[in-house]
Nanobody
Framework: QVQLVESGGGSVQPGGSLRLSCEASGSNLDYLAIGWFRQAPGKEREGVAFIAAGDGSTHYADSVKGRFTIYRDNSENTMNLQMSSLNPADTAVYYC?????????????????WGQGTQVTVSA
C-alpha cells in the first residue's frame, strides 16, 4: 500500500507563495503518476496539477498555469506543489494523490491512494 502524508499548508496573504509537500512511503516515486487536487468550500473537487511516471510529463489546470509547479524530489521521496502569486480563489483543501500508471493520470477516479488533505487559506 502507498501511504501519503502531506505538509506545508497554512495561511498566506494574496500574492504570496507556499510549497506543499507529500511524502510517499511504500513505493518509489518513479513508479507513480501523481496529482494535486483541491476542494473549495461549497465546490466540487478539481484537479490542479499532474505529473507522469516515466518521462515526467506535466499538466496544469488553466486556473493555475504559470503560477503552480509540480515536481518530484526523489532524494526526499516527496511530491511537491510550488504555488506562487496566490489569490483568495486558491483557498481550498489540497490533496495529493498517486497511482501506478505510466503516463499522465488526469481523472480523479483513476487514483487509488490519497493524502489526508491540507488547508490553504489566502486572505489579507
Amino acid at each position: 500500500q502507498v501511504q501519503l502524508v502531506e505538509s506545508g499548508g497554512g495561511s498566506v496573504q494574496p500574492g504570496g507563495s507556499l510549497r506543499l509537500s507529500c511524502e510517499a512511503s511504500g513505493s518509489n516515486l518513479d513508479y507513480l503518476a501523481i496529482g494535486w487536487f483541491r476542494q473549495a468550500p461549497g465546490k466540487e473537487r478539481e484537479g490542479v496539477a499532474f505529473i507522469a511516471a516515466g518521462d515526467g510529463s506535466t499538466h496544469y489546470a488553466d486556473s493555475v498555469k504559470g503560477r503552480f509547479t509540480i515536481y518530484r524530489d526523489n532524494s526526499e521521496n516527496t511530491m511537491n506543489l510550488q504555488m506562487s502569486s496566490l489569490n483568495p480563489a486558491d483557498t481550498a483543501v489540497y490533496y495529493c494523490a498517486a497511482d501506478y500508471f505510466r503516463g499522465l493520470l488526469i481523472a480523479e477516479e483513476g487514483y487509488h491512494y490519497w493524502g489526508q488533505g491540507t488547508q490553504v487559506t489566502v486572505s489579507a
